[in-house]
């Protein structure tokens, strides 16, 4: 009996404290969406996000092609701001997608 299990299909997160910058949050929700096919194939990406400027926590989900965003509750009084995203496709770059999401969030630097 054939295994029917592709290897190549795997799945994994990333977890980062800090605030997304809502222009470079879009902008990089739009090149996902156009990944090269030698970047691998996203079949589902599921996020709460920390958007910076926005009160409420950020869902994001996809599946293929077509995408939901939405707000679960509002971030507490003191609560860290931690983002989350999982990725499950086939033959993704990890280091790729993991380098692209942490280059979204807001730098804190103060440029006098």
């Known amino acids: 009996k054939d295994n029917r299990h592709d290897s190549r299909v795997n799945s994994f997160s990333a977890i980062k404290e800090g605030e997304i910058?809502?222009?470079?949050l879009s902008a990089w929700m739009q090149m996902l969406g156009?990944?090269?096919?030698e970047r691998g194939t996203i079949f589902r990406i599921k996020a709460i996000l920390a958007v910076k400027g926005?009160?409420?926590?950020?869902v994001f989900h996809s599946v293929m092609?077509?995408?939901d965003e939405d707000?679960?509750?509002?971030?507490?009084?003191?609560?860290?701001?931690m983002?989350?995203?999982v990725f499950i496709g086939k033959r993704?770059?990890?280091k790729f997608l993991r380098a692209s999401f942490?280059?979204?969030f807001s730098s804190e630097k103060v440029i006098l």
């Open 71 to 81: 707000d679960a509750g509002p971030w507490e009084k003191g609560e860290k701001k």
């Open 65 to 67: 092609d077509v995408s």
């Open 102 to 104: 942490e280059g979204i």
């Open 34 to 37: 156009q990944l090269p096919a």
């Open 83 to 85: 983002s989350k995203i």
């Open 21 to 24: 910058h809502p222009a470079k």
């Open 92 to 94: 993704m770059d990890e």
């Open 54 to 58: 926005h009160p409420f926590k950020h």
